[in-house]
T-cell receptor, first 111, second 116 residues
Framework: AQSVTQLGSHVSVSEGALVLLRCNYS??????LFWYVQYPNQGLQLLLK??????LVKGINGFEAEFKKSETSFHLTKPSAHMSDAAEYFCAVSDHEKLTFGTGTRLTIIP | DTGVSQDPRHKITKRGQNVTFRCDPISEHNRLYWYRQTLGQGPEFLTYFQNEAQLEKSRLLSDRFSAERPKGSFSTLEIQRTEQGDSAMYLC??????????????FGPGTRLTVL
């Protein structure tokens, strides 16, 4: 069985500030972990993925995430928020077949 | 590569009607997935195919739902006797899985279903 918990359904940060979106996972097998972004009325776009290689993963648009097995976490960060980062972000865990998603975090950027 | 495409993008129907959605995956992707996303929630897995074989179905997929991938390329998802609770975004994704390669799923734009 696998599950994902995203802490904070809404996060607001000022433009230029650090973005931190939290994700904790549970998996009975070594996990593959993903972050996806969803803009209104669109599908999901892959930001980055962890597949048991380097624990610090760099993705698109300046985002990165660090896999911490001891904390069962895969938090998403970006050093400096941009207005275009406003969207819904989903963390997901894969059992190499289906994805199990968290409930999402809506990121708002304050000008 | 062209991305995953879905048709239609929006569908409004009356309760009790049947609807069918189509998904065209990225070419040469052997796996195709269907997910359902309701307002304020993350996507939930419905079913997936490897080539033309349907390998897993979620318990969310009631007997009113049926999915096919007849030639291992495009897929259809049919909902019979729609209910208001079926209103959701239906997302399709595809991936290429070869031996132990990473199974990154790429998503289409979704079909938004509204049942009146």
């Amino acid at each position: 069985a696998q599950s994902v918990t995203q802490l904070g359904s809404h996060v607001s940060v000022s433009e230029g500030a650090l973005v931190l979106l939290r994700c904790n996972y549970s998996s009975s097998v070594p996990p593959y972990l993903f972050w996806y972004v969803q803009y209104p009325n669109q599908g999901l776009q892959l930001l980055l993925k962890y597949t048991s290689a380097a624990t610090l993963v760099k993705g698109i648009n300046g985002f990165e995430a660090e896999f911490k097995k001891s904390e069962t976490s895969f938090h998403l960060t970006k050093p400096s928020a941009h207005m275009s980062d406003a969207a819904e972000y989903f963390c997901a865990v894969s059992d190499h077949e289906k994805l199990t998603f968290g409930t999402g975090t809506r990121l708002t950027i304050i000008p | 590569d062209t991305g995953v495409s879905q048709d239609p993008r929006h569908k409004i129907t009356k309760r009790g009607q049947n609807v069918t959605f189509r998904c065209d995956p990225i070419s040469e992707h052997n796996r195709l997935y269907w997910y359902r996303q309701t307002l304020g929630q993350g996507p939930e897995f419905l079913t997936y195919f490897q080539n033309e074989a349907q390998l897993e179905k979620s318990r969310l997929l009631s007997d009113r739902f049926s999915a096919e991938r007849p030639k291992g390329s495009f897929s259809t998802l049919e909902i019979q006797r729609t209910e208001q609770g079926d209103s959701a975004m239906y997302l399709c994704a595809s991936s290429r899985v070869l031996d132990s390669s990473t199974d990154t799923q790429y998503f289409g734009p979704g079909t938004r279903l509204t049942v009146l």
